[in-house]
């Protein structure tokens, strides 16, 4: 929370609470039987306050991808969380 000044990329390894709200949660339930919720109250204010253009993130290895906006400045934080890095996998993303 001692960063001030505007970021373009988070990483973490915890997802912020609420994220699965902004894309599709039921995908990742199906695929992820016994995913409940991931709890990072800290990311979630990270979140908040930065607002960077992307966040990665890892923890859950599955690839679940995210929009969140937000409210009136109408920036909006695209979260990707990426896959293990195995054959098969879908463990690579370009972002242009």
Known sequence: MQVEEPIDIFLSHNWPVGITDCGDRKELV????????????????????????????????????????????????????????LPGRKFLQLVC
Do not use: I, M
Not at 42 to 53: C, G, M, R, T, V
């Open 30 to 85: 199906r695929e992820k039987p016994d995913f409940k919720s991931l709890r990072s109250k800290s990311a979630a204010q990270s979140l908040e306050k930065l607002k960077p253009p992307y966040w990665f993130s890892a923890h859950l290895n599955y690839k679940f991808a995210a929009r969140v906006q937000h409210g009136e400045d109408c920036s909006v934080t695209n979260f990707l969380a990426l896959d293990k890095c």
